[in-house]
């Protein structure tokens, strides 16, 4: 059975962890990769500059050293010297070989030039003159003696006896005179060389025979062997006695690593130093360029802060542009369901409209069915009345028949006629419904047109016992008018009016006709009723508006009023007067008098 993989929220948070974990690895790489090639091509750097600072100090001193190789020869073909040492009493003698000495090391530039004998005691000396001077003095203990008388030359570092100043002692030994033998010393200082290094980055020291700085760019370095001594290297340096009264205070001197032959990472008193070793070729010792590993560090530590950075960017911007796709999917989505939606939505309003347009027809039918009704009420009312009055005037002709009452018979059928002409014309009305039936406009005296209509209304008006006033200004007073068309607006306002006022406490029915100056004439009717019903007055003209119970109004009798008073070139206005009740005013075309 196929089933969708089921998403839950630990296996969410498992792969959220899982993501996170793996961004967190490659950050951690970049910052471990960055460290690594800053490191190496920051120690490649360091380990070049080293080698050739070495190679620049390491000829300088390999050439200070043997500057002075051609001394012996110089001073055994000089007759003084060998005279001085065949007699070494002679003060003659002692004086010229002081005073030559003292020329030669200042040609030189040597710091002291002296002869001793074989027995190691100093016969002349280029500093004679100088207080503390070597002339006189005994030797014979120091090293390069004995390598000297040994071997023909002897080479000493150490610290002057007497001027207590470090110095290089190089001896050679005086052979042509085999009878007596001697030796010549030049003492080098070094220290010149050691303030040249200083101006050099990183730091130099020169470490002797014995593992011990004789020479150092820095002073606390100084005369501090790498290594505690052993015995016999303890007393040997009690005997020669090399390094003066240094304490000769042994380093904390570590090799951590060694990176290549003679490159090694070393920790001494703690700081981390790369340390580029390199062997003298005229002196058994050992130039070691120091430099600070704590700058590559940093630059290290730099380096994989950066390209940590550099690949939290990256991830970001990865991130970045896959929340963007997943956007840019999920907007699609959201069309496609918006879109869906849409048409959904639009299926259902097109499917509602038909039931709607269907439940409207069938509104329309029920309406057209209830306005008939309504119509065919409204018309059985307004056919009664005549059709009553018609009737109570053939019942009177039939007793005043028996009374041969001729004449009043007569007057009945001619009203009766007439109530059969008005019954036609009301037809007519009803047929302007249908189509625009073109009035009559002649001359129609007002008075006559209240009379006729007052006949129509009369029944009702005695019914409810009211009272009528007319009022005409002038007398005479016509407009221009369909006969018919005027008497069916009288009926029907002044019907309206004696019904309204049925139960009102004063029945009063006024008609009052005045004549305007532009040729105008305005008949008012009003009565003492309750007034147009507030909710009515708005919609008073319209078709079906009634406020009379179903069978008795056809709520069309106001709208057919406007609309022949329309149609007369008139107007049909309505309202509540301040005193209570209500007024039609009809305004229509004043006819000329004659
Ligand atoms: P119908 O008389 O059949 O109701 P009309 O169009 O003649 O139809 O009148 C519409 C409505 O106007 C009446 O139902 C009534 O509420 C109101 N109306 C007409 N004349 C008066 C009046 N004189 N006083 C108060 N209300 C009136």
Redesign the pocket.
């Known amino acids: 059975m196929d089933r969708p993989p089921v998403v839950t929220p630990r296996h969410r948070t498992f792969r959220a962890a899982l993501r996170w974990g793996a961004a967190l690895a490659l950050v951690a790489l970049s910052a471990f990769v960055g460290h690594q090639l800053s490191q190496q091509t920051g120690l490649a750097r360091m380990r070049e500059a080293a080698e050739h600072r070495l190679d620049m100090i390491a000829t300088g001193l390999d050439a200070e050293l043997t500057r002075f190789d051609y001394l012996p020869a110089l001073l055994e073909m000089t007759p003084v010297v060998p005279a001085l040492l065949r007699s070494p009493g002679d003060p003659a003698l002692s004086d010229a070989a002081n005073r030559y000495l003292a020329g030669v090391n200042a040609t030189t530039r040597a710091e002291m030039l002296y002869v001793l004998d074989a027995g190691g005691t100093s016969l002349a000396a280029s500093d004679w003159d100088q207080p503390g001077t070597t002339v006189g003095q005994h030797f014979a203990f120091r090293p390069y003696m004995i390598d000297a008388l040994a071997h023909g030359r002897g080479r000493f570092y150490g610290v002057g006896i007497t001027s207590r100043r470090p110095g290089y002692y190089l001896s050679y030994a005086l052979r042509r005179e085999q009878a007596a033998p001697g030796v010549v010393t030049v003492k080098i200082n070094l220290e010149d060389n050691e303030s040249a290094w200083r101006k050099l980055p990183g730091d130099l020291v020169v470490v002797d025979q014995r593992g011990v700085i004789i020479l150092s760019t820095r002073d606390d370095l100084k005369f501090r062997p790498l290594l505690p001594m052993d015995a016999l290297q303890r007393a040997e340096v009690l005997r020669a006695r090399p390094y003066g009264t240094a304490p000769l205070e042994p380093l904390q001197w570590q090799r951590v690593e060694a990176l290549a032959p003679g490159v090694d990472l070393l920790r001494i008193d703690g700081a981390d130093k790369l340390g580029t070793t390199r062997t003298l070729r005229h002196a058994p010792w050992q130039l070691i360029a120091l430099d600070d590993m704590g700058a590559l560090r940093v630059g290290a530590r730099n380096a994989a802060v950066t390209a940590a950075l550099g690949m939290v960017a990256l991830l970001l911007l990865g991130v970045t542009l896959w929340q963007r796709r997943l956007a840019e999917r999920q907007k699609l989505a959201n069309q496609a369901a918006l879109q869906a939606a849409h048409d959904s939505l639009e299926s259902m309003v097109v499917a509602r409209t038909a039931q709607l347009h269907a439940a409207q027809d069938e509104l329309v039918q029920a309406g057209k069915m209830a306005a008939l009704g309504q119509m065919s009420a409204?018309l059985a009312h307004e056919l009664n009345q005549p059709l009553t009055a018609m009737r109570t005037l053939s019942e009177s002709a039939a007793i005043l028949l028996d009374h041969r009452r001729d004449d009043d018979v007569r007057g009945n059928l001619k009203r009766i006629r007439d109530m059969v002409d008005r019954l036609a014309r009301l037809t007519a009305q009803l047929k302007t419904f249908s189509h625009k039936q073109q009035l009559q406009r002649v001359p129609v005296v007002l008075a006559g047109a209240i009379a006729e209509a007052q006949v129509i209304v009369a029944g009702a008006q005695q019914k409810y016992g009211v009272q009528v006033e007319i009022d005409l200004d002038p007398p005479q007073l016509a407009v221009m008018a369909d006969e018919a068309a005027l008497g069916s607006v009288l009926v029907?306002l002044m019907r309206?009016?004696i019904e309204?006022m049925e139960e009102a406490p004063q029945r009063l029915l006024r008609l009052e006709g005045r004549l305007h100056g532009d040729g105008r004439a305005l008949l008012t009717v009003s009565?003492t009723?309750?007034?147009?019903?507030d909710d009515?007055v708005p919609h008073?003209f319209e078709p079906f508006?009634?406020?009379?119970p179903a069978g008795s109004?056809?709520?069309?009798?106001?709208?057919l009023c406007a609309q022949l008073v329309r149609a007369m070139d008139g107007d049909l206005q309505a309202g509540n007067r301040a005193g209570g009740g209500?007024y039609f005013a009809v305004e229509l075309p004043a006819a000329g008098l004659e």
């Not at 109004?553 to 106001?558: A, E, K, N, R, V």
């Open positions: 409204g029907n309206n009016a309204a009565d009723g309750p007034g147009i019903r009515v008073l508006v009634t406020t009379k109004g056809l709520g069309l009798g106001l709208m209500a």
